[in-house]
């Protein structure tokens, strides 16, 4: 794995034993349902008044479009694929959640949950190591340093979206999240914001797509967007077949 | 194992109780699927001789419902869940047959780490399996039966687990966690009653229908399996999947986007939909067709469909959109011929004939006959079928069975009314097709494999000689050979090289043996590959060597299809197939046989040229059958006498173990 320089985030070092010992001093920041940036999250998350440390935005956001999803999972698949190198839904780090069956009616019968690259990581903000930092060697990506993360699940905690945008890995003891591609060992292109992510580039319906400005950050509609292509022309399955149907009958007789 | 596979496959007798385990490894050999599911079927049922395979209700049937090695690998469209058993819906007997279905329970199955589960005996109440990754249990189902298939999926689920609303928080299963929901495979009110029309149903719209193995579901007071799971599939090239995933999607306009559409887990095609009727799913964008003359009844109609249990091809009454004017029909089609003829069509007929009605020859009651083409008259269908009530007690089981009973399968199946190609299954497209018509009598109805429709049509661009000749590099290992896709039906040529000649042998061999091994034991969707126009065979070998790291050649592969389809062979000849109990119905030798053609039509050779036509008047001759049926069993390496394999065929397929079992019942084929 390549290990970049971290500069924003950097804590001492903090073992999950000595972590679990002293206690934590976070405050889930899950409870409040829907993530709203900035001095409200960010003081519900820090007992301390003290103002919220700022950290340079990344410069890559997937974005999506909930519209156009086949719900078929195979970003799910690329992503734990590419990063743990087995398939397994429970290790994707994004997660697409269909509603069968609940049966909730379309558009709201699937879920898309994707790692926003918050302007306000609380998950770095609150992991008590430093593991979970901002990468400003590689476009201020969020990430966790496997290597350094202790476990706690502070970072899950934390994580104001419902589901948690942080995953946890049962068969390492870690905490993960979209990074971007930055380092996925099983992916045979360039990752990061200025390169490629495997979701994106998997994606049949290009329901996925990297952008380089930071989306509204207030609520879902930032992030859940337009990306559906023009309209075709008024030609769907059913009336192919009838059209061939006429076909037929016209040459047949 | 090589990467794929979970290595352990649930074996559940609901008689005692019993839960245990197969080593997947010891049906390796049959790739996957359908392929371990017909060896077990073969070891569990057909090898120990004790049971006479004549009624698919016996508690000794065995239900294998099995999952490929490709499955929640990433690889699209091979998630397919097999289910084979002996079938309840076949007639005059009830024969070996398969069907499958896509949806998200056979990749779920993989990630709770099982590569399938066979079902034994018979539960003395109902009962429901519960799988939560490697812990199995046979739950009560006293509340669920009865329900709908919508409502026993939920009541399940929140049994199961799902304690937080769905999208809204991931929850753990022993030491995993998942936001997943569990995924079901389960029966309706219909499988319950035993419809041998039943169809096995997952989600909101996703049916297996074709062998009625949902009724066996149901003759076993089996009402569900739950799974949900959290694992790993180890593969053995990871980049190597995504690379072919992204090979494959450079082929341009392959893929709609268009909001709305919606896959199986995780397929790339979205032909689905994401509709507001089926709880958001459909089953594939046909189903919308299939039940009314009203597009809004029709959506509620099949919704109605799904939470009873039964597949709207089974009931289709979509006439009218698929038929076609047949110079020299018989009268009773009324200038109409329906591409897809099952109980719709069928009632259709005896309404129109005046035969069925309130105290008609056949008394509807309690169908609403006022109320034709209405969506309350389908849910009336419905219920009188699901409850066997009235009419509906024989239209449970089945067309042919229901003509028995009413003193007409002689008649009807004589004048074409019976229009089912082949053991009583529904008719779906065939002819002109006619390696899909030979694969019903061969097999044990509809196929339901489109593999060759697209492939032989007019080209868009070159000769249609030239089209076929690049068809005919593809065909691995019957290569070269562009008779092979000679549809020409009549005259000297039709033996010489059409569909009556050793040509059209290959290509139904082609058909069976990568069916029986890409489709059905791989798990592809048939609707998804082959691509013989554009990525096959490569496709697929690039993404078999990705998960399981296996170097097998293309050839090879489709030696192990031949080997599932001797192996499939030889467990109906043990319940007493034979040449002479292969054959069509009446209909497909008279004019009409055939329906409207897509694609531009099939090609055929006659006076020395190629030319494409949409045979609207092809239909089959009985000599020409018999012929084609001899160069078959000699293509196969079964005996002309009986189409048994003999022993040298399955030696050589390493299917020697069979050898025993089949002389010792006098049914191994003569050399």
Same mark, same amino acid.
């Given at each position: 794995m390549t290990k970049s320089k971290k500069v924003e985030g950097k804590k001492e070092s903090v073992s999950r034993r000595d972590f679990l010992k002293t206690g934590s001093t976070v405050i889930a920041a899950g409870a409040l349902g829907v993530y709203a940036s900035?001095?409200?999250?960010?003081a519900l998350a820090n007992p301390d008044p003290v103002e919220a440390p700022s950290y340079a935005p990344s410069t890559g956001y997937i974005v999506w479009d909930s519209r156009l999803c086949l719900g078929c999972q195979s970003c799910m698949y690329a992503c734990s694929l590419t990063h743990e190198g087995v398939a397994n839904p429970s290790l994707s780090r994004i997660q697409i959640i269909r509603d069968a069956p609940s049966f909730t009616k379309y558009p709201y019968d699937i879920t898309m949950s994707v790692c926003r690259q918050c302007v306000t990581p609380i998950c770095v903000q609150n992991c008590p190591t430093g593991a979970c930092y901002v990468d400003t060697e590689n476009g201020n990506v969020r990430r966790i340093d496997p290597n350094e993360c202790i476990g706690c699940g502070t970072c899950i905690e934390s994580c104001p979206q419902r589901p948690h945008r942080t995953v946890w890995n049962p068969e390492k003891d870690i905490s993960m999240k979209c990074d971007l591609c930055v380092d996925a060992p099983y992916w045979g292109r360039e990752g990061g914001p200025? $390169?490629?992510?495997?979701?994106?580039?998997?994606?049949?319906?290009?329901?996925?797509?990297?952008? +380089?400005?930071?989306?509204?950050?207030?609520?879902?509609?930032?992030? @859940?967007?337009?990306?559906?292509?023009?309209?075709?022309?008024?030609?769907?399955?059913?009336? /192919? /077949?009838?059209?061939n149907s006429d076909d037929s009958k016209k040459k047949g007789e | 194992m090589t990467g794929g596979y979970t290595g352990k496959i649930i074996r559940v007798n609901l008689t005692t109780k019993e839960v245990g385990t197969i080593d997947t490894a010891k049906y390796e050999e049959f790739g996957g699927g359908y392929g371990m599911g017909t060896a077990i079927f073969w070891d569990l049922a057909v090898s120990p001789g004790e049971w006479d395979m004549k009624d698919a209700y016996d508690p000794r049937n065995v239900l294998p419902i099995m999952v490929g090695p490709l499955a929640a690998t990433g690889v699209p469209g091979a998630g397919r869940t097999s289910v084979c058993s002996l079938s309840p819906e076949t007639f005059p007997t009830c024969e070996f047959w398969r069907g499958n279905l896509g949806g998200r329970f056979g990749t779920m199955m993989k990630l709770a780490g099982w590569d399938g589960v066979v079902?034994?005996?018979?539960? @003395?109440?109902?009962?429901?399996?519960?799988?939560?990754?490697?812990?199995?249990?046979?739950?009560?189902?006293?509340?669920?039966?009865?329900?709908?298939?919508?409502?026993?999926?939920?009541?399940?689920?929140?049994?199961? $687990?799902g304690k937080t609303r769905y999208g809204e928080e991931w929850y753990e299963i022993g030491?995993?966690?998942t936001t997943a929901r569990p995924e079901i495979l389960l029966i309706g009110p219909i499988g319950e009653t035993k419809s041998r029309l039943a169809a096995l149903i997952t989600g909101s719209g996703v049916s297996a229908r074709i062998g009625g193995h949902a009724a066996v579901f149901g003759s076993k007071n089996l009402k569900a399996i739950s799974v949900i799971g959290t694992n790993s599939i180890q593969v053995s090239d990871p980049k190597g999947i995504l690379e072919a995933r992204l090979h494959q999607m450079q082929s341009p306009g392959s893929f709609p986007t268009q909001p709305g559409a919606a896959s199986c887990m995780p397929c790339l095609k979205g032909d689905r939909r994401r509709s507001n009727y089926y709880g958001g799913e459909t089953m594939c964008a046909c189903q919308g067709w299939l039940s009314s003359h009203k597009m809004s009844d029709s959506d509620r109609a099949a919704e109605a469909l799904i939470k009873y249990g039964l597949s709207s091809w089974s009931a289709h009454f979509h006439v009218d959109m698929f038929s076609q004017n047949i110079p020299g029909a018989p009268a009773l089609f009324r200038g109409k011929v329906p591409? @897809?003829?099952?109980?719709?069509?069928?009632?259709?007929?005896?309404?129109?004939?005046?035969? *069925?009605?309130? $105290?008609?020859?056949?008394?509807? @009651?309690?169908?609403?006959?006022?109320?034709?083409?209405?969506?309350?008259?389908?849910?009336?269908? *419905?219920?009188?079928?699901?409850?066997?009530?009235?009419?509906?007690d024989a239209l449970a089981e089945g067309c042919c069975r229901a003509a028995e009973k009413w003193g007409r399968l002689e008649k009807d199946r004589d004048s074409g009314?019976?229009?089912?190609?082949?053991w009583g299954a529904t008719a779906h497209w065939t002819m002109p097709w006619v390696e899909w018509a030979y694969a019903y009598i061969l097999g044990a109805g509809d196929p339901a494999w489109h593999g060759f429709m697209a492939p032989v049509?007019?080209?868009?661009? $070159?000769?249609?000689?030239?089209? *076929?000749e690049k068809l005919s590099k593809r065909t691995i290992p019957y290569t070269d050979d562009i008779f092979m896709f000679n549809y020409a039906w009549k005259g000297e040529e039709a033996w010489k090289t059409g569909i009556y000649s050793p040509h059209k042998a290959k290509q139904v061999a082609w058909s069976r043996h990568y069916s029986s091994f890409w489709n059905e034991s791989m798990a592809f969707c048939e609707m998804f590959l082959p691509e013989l126009g554009s +990525?096959?065979?490569?496709?697929?070998t690039m993404y078999y060597k990705a998960v399981t790291g296996k170097d097998d050649s293309f050839a090879g592969t489709m030696r192990i299809g031949q080997k599932i389809w001797t192996l499939e062979r030889a467990i109906r000849v043990m319940h007493g197939r034979s040449r002479q109990t292969e054959d069509f119905f009446p209909y497909m030798y008279m004019p009409g046989a055939s329906g409207f053609a897509i694609y531009g039509g099939v090609p055929v050779y006659e006076k020395g040229k190629w030319r494409s036509d949409l045979a609207p008047d092809m239909y089959l001759d009985r000599k020409g059958v018999d012929d084609f049926k001899t160069h078959f069993y000699a293509l196969e390496g079964w005996d002309k006498e009986h189409g048994w394999p003999t022993r040298k065929t399955l030696e050589d397929l390493g299917l020697g173990r069979m050898v025993k079992t089949l002389r010792d019942s006098g049914k191994l084929g003569a050399a």
């Amino acid at each position: 794995m390549t290990k970049s320089k971290k500069v924003e985030g950097k804590k001492e070092s903090v073992s999950r034993r000595d972590f679990l010992k002293t206690g934590s001093t976070v405050i889930a920041a899950g409870a409040l349902g829907v993530y709203a940036s900035g001095s409200t999250s960010t003081a519900l998350a820090n007992p301390d008044p003290v103002e919220a440390p700022s950290y340079a935005p990344s410069t890559g956001y997937i974005v999506w479009d909930s519209r156009l999803c086949l719900g078929c999972q195979s970003c799910m698949y690329a992503c734990s694929l590419t990063h743990e190198g087995v398939a397994n839904p429970s290790l994707s780090r994004i997660q697409i959640i269909r509603d069968a069956p609940s049966f909730t009616k379309y558009p709201y019968d699937i879920t898309m949950s994707v790692c926003r690259q918050c302007v306000t990581p609380i998950c770095v903000q609150n992991c008590p190591t430093g593991a979970c930092y901002v990468d400003t060697e590689n476009g201020n990506v969020r990430r966790i340093d496997p290597n350094e993360c202790i476990g706690c699940g502070t970072c899950i905690e934390s994580c104001p979206q419902r589901p948690h945008r942080t995953v946890w890995n049962p068969e390492k003891d870690i905490s993960m999240k979209c990074d971007l591609c930055v380092d996925a060992p099983y992916w045979g292109r360039e990752g990061g914001p200025n $390169g490629y992510q495997a979701c994106v580039e998997i994606c049949p319906a290009k329901a996925l797509k990297l952008v +380089h400005e930071p989306p509204l950050q207030t609520d879902v509609t930032g992030y @859940d967007v337009d990306l559906a292509p023009p309209p075709p022309p008024p030609r769907n399955f059913m009336n /192919f /077949f009838q059209q061939n149907s006429d076909d037929s009958k016209k040459k047949g007789e | 194992m090589t990467g794929g596979y979970t290595g352990k496959i649930i074996r559940v007798n609901l008689t005692t109780k019993e839960v245990g385990t197969i080593d997947t490894a010891k049906y390796e050999e049959f790739g996957g699927g359908y392929g371990m599911g017909t060896a077990i079927f073969w070891d569990l049922a057909v090898s120990p001789g004790e049971w006479d395979m004549k009624d698919a209700y016996d508690p000794r049937n065995v239900l294998p419902i099995m999952v490929g090695p490709l499955a929640a690998t990433g690889v699209p469209g091979a998630g397919r869940t097999s289910v084979c058993s002996l079938s309840p819906e076949t007639f005059p007997t009830c024969e070996f047959w398969r069907g499958n279905l896509g949806g998200r329970f056979g990749t779920m199955m993989k990630l709770a780490g099982w590569d399938g589960v066979v079902v034994e005996g018979k539960a @003395d109440k109902p009962v429901w399996i519960n799988i939560i990754n490697d812990q199995v249990k046979i739950e009560d189902a006293k509340e669920l039966w009865g329900l709908d298939t919508w409502e026993t999926q939920n009541r399940i689920t929140s049994m199961v $687990g799902g304690k937080t609303r769905y999208g809204e928080e991931w929850y753990e299963i022993g030491s995993g966690s998942t936001t997943a929901r569990p995924e079901i495979l389960l029966i309706g009110p219909i499988g319950e009653t035993k419809s041998r029309l039943a169809a096995l149903i997952t989600g909101s719209g996703v049916s297996a229908r074709i062998g009625g193995h949902a009724a066996v579901f149901g003759s076993k007071n089996l009402k569900a399996i739950s799974v949900i799971g959290t694992n790993s599939i180890q593969v053995s090239d990871p980049k190597g999947i995504l690379e072919a995933r992204l090979h494959q999607m450079q082929s341009p306009g392959s893929f709609p986007t268009q909001p709305g559409a919606a896959s199986c887990m995780p397929c790339l095609k979205g032909d689905r939909r994401r509709s507001n009727y089926y709880g958001g799913e459909t089953m594939c964008a046909c189903q919308g067709w299939l039940s009314s003359h009203k597009m809004s009844d029709s959506d509620r109609a099949a919704e109605a469909l799904i939470k009873y249990g039964l597949s709207s091809w089974s009931a289709h009454f979509h006439v009218d959109m698929f038929s076609q004017n047949i110079p020299g029909a018989p009268a009773l089609f009324r200038g109409k011929v329906p591409t @897809d003829s099952g109980l719709g069509w069928y009632l259709q007929y005896l309404k129109q004939e005046g035969l *069925l009605g309130p $105290g008609k020859e056949i008394d509807s @009651d309690p169908l609403p006959m006022d109320q034709w083409g209405e969506l309350s008259f389908r849910q009336a269908l *419905l219920d009188a079928v699901a409850n066997r009530t009235g009419i509906g007690d024989a239209l449970a089981e089945g067309c042919c069975r229901a003509a028995e009973k009413w003193g007409r399968l002689e008649k009807d199946r004589d004048s074409g009314a019976l229009r089912l190609t082949a053991w009583g299954a529904t008719a779906h497209w065939t002819m002109p097709w006619v390696e899909w018509a030979y694969a019903y009598i061969l097999g044990a109805g509809d196929p339901a494999w489109h593999g060759f429709m697209a492939p032989v049509g007019k080209p868009s661009e $070159g000769t249609l000689e030239q089209s *076929l000749e690049k068809l005919s590099k593809r065909t691995i290992p019957y290569t070269d050979d562009i008779f092979m896709f000679n549809y020409a039906w009549k005259g000297e040529e039709a033996w010489k090289t059409g569909i009556y000649s050793p040509h059209k042998a290959k290509q139904v061999a082609w058909s069976r043996h990568y069916s029986s091994f890409w489709n059905e034991s791989m798990a592809f969707c048939e609707m998804f590959l082959p691509e013989l126009g554009s +990525h096959s065979p490569e496709m697929e070998t690039m993404y078999y060597k990705a998960v399981t790291g296996k170097d097998d050649s293309f050839a090879g592969t489709m030696r192990i299809g031949q080997k599932i389809w001797t192996l499939e062979r030889a467990i109906r000849v043990m319940h007493g197939r034979s040449r002479q109990t292969e054959d069509f119905f009446p209909y497909m030798y008279m004019p009409g046989a055939s329906g409207f053609a897509i694609y531009g039509g099939v090609p055929v050779y006659e006076k020395g040229k190629w030319r494409s036509d949409l045979a609207p008047d092809m239909y089959l001759d009985r000599k020409g059958v018999d012929d084609f049926k001899t160069h078959f069993y000699a293509l196969e390496g079964w005996d002309k006498e009986h189409g048994w394999p003999t022993r040298k065929t399955l030696e050589d397929l390493g299917l020697g173990r069979m050898v025993k079992t089949l002389r010792d019942s006098g049914k191994l084929g003569a050399a």
